[in-house]
Antibody, heavy 125, light 107 residues
Framework: DVQLLQSGPEVRKPETVLKISCKVSGYTFTDHYMYWVRQAPGKGLEWMGLVDPEDGEVIYAARFQGRASIVADTSTDTLYMELTRLTSEDTAMYYC??????????????????WGQGTLVSVSS | DIQLTQSPSFLSASVGDGVTITCRASQDISSYLAWYQQKPGKAPKLLIYGASILQSGVPSRFSGSGSGTEFTLTINSLQPEDFATYYCQYLNTYFSTFGQGSKVDVK
């Protein structure tokens, strides 16, 4: 079974750094892109970025460019996300997700099929 | 960047009702749209991808349609376990975005 096991809850002060992890099992880590998605309390889902574990290529959502760093460690099948210069607006549940590709007869689609359990992050002075 | 707008944001319904949620894209996204269900305190669950392809194991009362800029998620005969928040998502190789969500609660 595919499992994504995320690190535990974190409390940080503003202007500090956060680093959370997502340990993958049940499939070959380099087979599928991986994503980070966050959700502020009572709010919707927000895509942060993605990584291709096979070659390490990373794409960030515009608002996180320069502040987020996503790394896929193929030696431990673990995904990491570091976020700097934290503010209270970074208080959220952070999810990792695996994105396999599923194909119809004509088109292939990458989908966020498997999700971690979430890491709750609180930023407060 | 492509934006997705869902409507309605909130919907009250009863068990047995039919429910339709719309997702509009700011530009043509072909059929690269997925729908997710999220319950409180849980990670989202994939329901539909490719605008209309039902994910394995998802009940057939869920269906999706549309292409281009307008998409719909339909739930036929709402069941108690369907009260949740639903999100549409566009995902391509280098970008992704979600709609703001549509909460279906008990009337």
């Amino acid at each position: 079974d595919v499992q994504l096991l995320q690190s535990g809850p974190e409390v940080r002060k503003p202007e500090t750094v956060l680093k959370i992890s997502c340990k993958v099992s049940g499939y070959t880590f380099t087979d599928h892109y991986m994503y980070w998605v966050r959700q502020a309390p009572g709010k919707g889902l927000e895509w942060m970025g993605l990584v291709d574990p096979e070659d390490g290529e990373v794409i960030y959502a515009a608002r996180f460019q320069g502040r987020a760093s996503i790394v896929a460690d193929t030696s431990t099948d673990t995904l990491y996300m570091e976020l700097t210069r934290l503010t209270s607006e970074d208080t959220a549940m952070y999810y990792c997700a695996t994105a396999p590709t599923y194909c119809s007869s004509t088109t292939c689609y990458r989908v966020l099929h498997y999700w971690g359990q979430g890491t709750l992050v609180s930023v407060s002075s | 960047d492509i934006q997705l707008t869902q409507s309605p944001s909130f919907l009250s319904a009863s068990v047995g009702d039919g429910v339709t949620i719309t997702c509009r894209a700011s530009q043509d996204i072909s059929s690269y749209l997925a729908w997710y269900q999220q319950k409180p305190g849980k990670a989202p669950k994939l329901l539909i991808y490719g605008a209309s392809i039902l994910q394995s194991g998802v009940p057939s009362r869920f269906s999706g349609s549309g292409s281009g800029t307008e998409f719909t998620l339909t739930i036929n005969s709402l069941q108690p376990e369907d009260f949740a928040t639903y999100y549409c998502q566009y995902l391509n190789t280098y970008f992704s975005t979600f709609g703001q969500g549509s909460k279906v609660d008990v009337k």
